[in-house]
C-alpha cells in the first residue's frame, strides 16, 4: 500500500521555521519525483517545491531564498525546511509523488500519482 505522511506543521509566528517531513514507503522511492504543495482556503493548491530523483529542485518564486528541499533516500523521507515564514504562507501542505524520468520536476499537481493527508501550517503575524 502506497503511503505519504506529512507531519511537522503548527502554528509559529511570523520570521519562524518550521520543518516538513514526508515519509513514505508502497513505492520504489528512487523511481519517483517528490512535490510540496499547499492551499490555503478559498484558493488552488498550488506547487512550493519539487525535488527529482537526482536531486534538482524547483521552488516557487514567492518561496525562493525561504525554503529548502531534502531527500534521504535510505530513509524515503523529503524535507521541507521552511525559514522567515509569513502569515501568507498559512496553507495545508501536501507532499505527493510523480513517477516520472530521474531529471524531470513537475510543477503540475494533476501528474502526481500519490498524495499525503496535509499537514497545517499557520502563521501569526
Known amino acids: 500500500e502506497v503511503q505519504l505522511a506529512e507531519s511537522g506543521g503548527g502554528l509559529v509566528q511570523a520570521g519562524g521555521s518550521l520543518r516538513l517531513s514526508c515519509v513514505t514507503s508502497?513505492?520504489?522511492?528512487?523511481?519517483?519525483?517528490i512535490g510540496w504543495f499547499r492551499q490555503a482556503p478559498g484558493k488552488e493548491r498550488e506547487a512550493v517545491g519539487c525535488?527529482?530523483?537526482?536531486?534538482?529542485?524547483y521552488y516557487a518564486d514567492s518561496v525562493k531564498g525561504r525554503f529548502t528541499i531534502s531527500s534521504d533516500n535510505a530513509k524515503t523521507t523529503v524535507y521541507l525546511q521552511m525559514n522567515n515564514l509569513k502569515p501568507g504562507d498559512t496553507a495545508v501542505y501536501y507532499c505527493?509523488?510523480?513517477?516520472?524520468?530521474?531529471?524531470?520536476?513537475?510543477?503540475?499537481?494533476?501528474?502526481?500519482?500519490?498524495w499525503g493527508q496535509g499537514t497545517q501550517v499557520t502563521v501569526s503575524s
Open positions: 505527493a509523488a510523480e513517477l516520472t524520468t530521474p531529471y524531470d520536476v513537475s510543477r503540475s499537481a494533476d501528474r502526481y500519482d500519490y
Open positions: 525535488i527529482s530523483e537526482v536531486g534538482s529542485t
Open positions: 508502497g513505492f520504489t522511492f528512487d523511481d519517483y519525483a
